[in-house]
C-alpha cells in the first residue's frame, strides 16, 4: 500500500490565461479539408445566393459550378474561346457574369446554362465583373485601364471611364445599399471611388501604398477594405474616406478578402499560404487558417457552412463546418481517436521484453515534494490548525487559491465544521469576510458556497452564544449571497432577452405575411450577338 501524502491540488482554482478563445473554438469546427484538383490556378471563387450548396469556380477556360455536399460539378459553362476570369453571381443567383481575355463579358442563365449577353468593347482581358445593387447593370474592370458601366437588358455600355488607372484594373467592389457608387483598384497603388450620378464620376482617389487585388465593402456600405501586398487597409467613405486602421499579418501578397459570420468576421487569403480572420469590430485576428499551398482566391458560405479556397496550383481546399445537430461527425472523431488509442496500446503489450535477468531489484524511488505547511497540519489531521494557516492575511490576499483548496479538502473530509467550532470570534469572522470577499469569482463559487452552507449549519442552533460582531458577520454573509443571487436573476433575465434578440436576427426565413402575390419573374431571353457566338478551335 502506497503511504504518500500528496500535496494538495491547488491549480484548478488558479487564474487560467484564456489560451482558447470562443472564435478559435468555432472555427475548429471546420472539417478536415476535402480537396478537388483543376488544371491551372484558381482564379476566383463564387458561392451561389439562392443556393448555398453550389460555388462557381473560375479556371482556364472553364467556368464550372459544383455542389458543395457531392463535390461533383452540376453546371459546366465552357463557353469560352480563351482564359476566363471572376465569374460571380448576381444578388438572386439567376444569372452569372465573367470576363474573359478577349476583353468580352459574358452573362449566363444559371438554369440552361445559355449566354443570354455578350458585352463587347474592352480591348484586354477582363479579371473583375460585378452586379450593381439594382441587378439591372454590370460593371466590368479592364487591363486596358478603364471601367465600363453596362446595361444588361439592351447589352450596351451606359458609361466608360477610360484612364481610371495608369495600371492593370484588377479590383473592383460595388456598394450593398447605392447602386450608383463603387470602387475600382489598379497596380498602380490608386482606389478610385466612383459616384456615377455626378458630372466628375471619379470622387476620391486614394492611395493603398501596393498593387491592389481586392475590394470589399461592408454590409452597411459605410466602410470598405483593399488589399496589396501584404497589407490590408480599413476606409471609411462618411468620413471622407479616412484611413481608419492598417494590417499586416500576412508576410506575402494578400490576394483575395472576403465576409463571414453575416459581415461581423473578415477573412484575407495570401500568397503565404495562410487565411487570416479578423473581428470586424477592433480588427484584430482571431483565428488562422494553414493550406499547402498559395492561395489566390476564397469563398466562404453563407452562415459560415464552409469554407473553400483556390490555390495557385489548382486544388480547391473544401473545409465545411461541423453542424452540432448532426453527431455523426463527432462520432466519427470519437471513434477514430478510440481506434488510435487501441492500437497504442497494443504494440505497447505486444512489445517484445528485451531486459536481462538480474539478480536483485532496486525498489522505483521518487523524489519526494516539499509539502507546504498547511499540507503537513492536514497530513496530522490537525484541520484548525490548517485552517489558521491560510486565513492569514499574506495567504488571503496574495494565494487565495491555497484557502479555497484547503476548505475543498475539508468539505470532503466533512471536517469543516470541526474546524469551526470552539473558534475565537476573530477567526469566525475572518473566515466569513473571506466568504463574502471571494464568493462572486467563479471558480471559487462553488466551494465558498458549501462553506456557507456549513456555517450556517453550524450556527443554526446555537446563536444566542455568540457576540454580536459574529452576528454583524453573518448579516454580511446573507447580504452577500442575496447579491449573487439578485445578479444570477439578472443575468439570466438579460441572456433570455439576447436570445430572443439574436433568434430574431438570424432567422432568414423570417418573413412578415402578406396576400400579395408576387407576379412571376419573365425569364431573360438570349440576344442576338450571344446566339451567333460561336467558339472556333483550333
Known amino acids: 500500500m502506497d503511504s504518500r501524502f500528496y500535496a494538495l491540488n491547488i491549480r484548478r482554482y488558479q487564474q487560467r490565461a484564456q489560451i482558447e478563445t470562443p472564435d478559435t473554438i468555432y472555427w475548429e469546427r471546420l472539417e478536415k479539408p476535402e480537396f478537388l484538383k483543376e488544371c491551372n490556378t484558381i482564379d476566383y471563387l463564387d458561392f451561389s445566393p439562392s443556393d448555398p450548396d453550389n460555388f462557381v469556380v473560375t479556371c482556364s477556360v472553364r467556368v464550372q459550378i459544383y455542389n458543395l455536399v457531392t463535390k461533383l460539378v452540376v ?54 465583373t460585378f452586379f450593381t445593387n439594382d441587378k439591372l447593370q454590370l460593371t466590368s474592370f479592364c487591363d486596358d485601364k478603364s471601367v465600363r458601366l453596362w446595361d444588361v437588358s439592351n447589352e450596351k455600355v451606359v458609361n466608360t471611364y477610360n484612364d481610371a488607372h495608369t495600371d492593370y484594373i484588377r479590383a473592383g467592389a460595388m456598394h450593398p445599399l447605392a447602386g450608383n457608387m463603387f470602387v475600382s483598384g489598379g497596380y498602380d497603388g490608386k482606389i478610385n471611388l466612383y459616384d456615377t450620378r455626378a458630372e466628375n464620376a471619379i470622387q476620391r482617389t486614394l492611395d493603398h501604398g501596393s498593387p491592389v487585388e481586392s475590394l470589399l465593402f461592408m454590409p452597411n456600405g459605410s466602410i470598405f477594405i483593399s488589399a496589396g501586398g501584404n497589407q490590408v487597409r480599413v476606409w471609411d467613405l462618411i468620413s471622407g474616406c479616412r484611413l481608419l486602421t492598417m494590417m499586416s499579418q500576412h508576410h506575402k501578397t494578400v490576394t483575395c478578402l472576403r465576409l463571414g459570420t453575416d459581415g461581423r ?101 521518487f523524489k519526494s515534494t516539499k509539502l507546504q505547511t498547511y499540507d503537513v497540519h492536514l497530513r496530522k489531521f490537525n484541520f484548525k490548525k490548517a485552517l489558521d494557516e491560510v486565513l492569514l492575511p499574506l495567504q488571503v490576499e496574495k494565494h487565495p487559491e491555497n484557502t479555497v483548496a484547503v476548505i475543498t479538502e475539508l468539505l470532503q473530509r466533512r471536517a469543516l465544521d470541526k474546524a469551526l467550532t470552539e473558534r475565537p470570534d476573530v477567526v469566525l469572522i475572518q473566515f466569513i469576510d473571506f466568504l463574502c470577499t471571494h464568493m462572486g469569482e467563479i471558480r471559487f463559487m462553488r466551494p465558498l458556497m458549501n462553506a456557507a452552507n456549513t456555517v450556517l449549519d453550524i450556527f443554526e442552533g446555537s446563536c444566542v452564544s455568540y457576540s454580536l460582531k459574529v452576528m454583524e458577520a453573518l448579516q454580511r454573509l446573507s447580504t452577500a449571497i442575496q447579491a449573487e443571487i439578485a445578479v444570477t436573476v439578472e443575468m439570466l433575465q438579460l441572456k433570455g432577452a439576447m436570445d430572443t434578440i439574436i433568434g430574431v436576427s438570424l432567422n432568414d426565413n423570417y418573413r412578415p405575411k402578406t396576400r400579395t402575390s408576387t407576379p412571376k419573374e419573365v425569364r431573360m431571353q438570349p440576344s442576338a450577338r450571344a446566339e451567333k457566338y460561336v467558339i472556333y478551335v483550333d
Open 75 to 128: 453546371k459546366n459553362l465552357s463557353r469560352f474561346q480563351k482564359t476566363a476570369y471572376g465569374a460571380t453571381f448576381r444578388q438572386d443567383g439567376r444569372l452569372l457574369a465573367a470576363g474573359d481575355e478577349e476583353g468580352h463579358v459574358k452573362l449566363f442563365d444559371t438554369t440552361s446554362r445559355n449566354i443570354l449577353r455578350i458585352f463587347k468593347g474592352h480591348k484586354a482581358p477582363v479579371h473583375r
Open 265 to 365: 468576421r473578415l477573412f484575407s487569403a495570401g500568397l503565404d499560404r495562410h487565411v487570416k480572420i479578423y473581428d470586424t469590430t477592433t480588427y484584430k485576428t482571431v483565428h488562422t487558417l494553414t493550406y499547402p499551398n498559395a492561395v489566390v482566391s476564397l469563398g466562404v458560405a453563407s452562415g459560415d457552412q464552409a469554407v473553400v479556397a483556390g490555390m495557385v496550383d489548382g486544388l480547391i481546399s473544401i473545409k465545411r463546418m461541423i453542424v452540432e445537430n448532426k453527431p455523426s461527425h463527432l462520432n466519427k472523431i470519437r471513434v477514430s481517436h478510440a481506434v488510435k488509442e487501441k492500437r497504442k496500446l497494443v504494440k505497447k503489450l505486444m512489445r517484445p521484453d528485451t531486459s536481462q535477468a538480474v539478480d536483485h531489484t532496486i525498489k522505483n524511488r
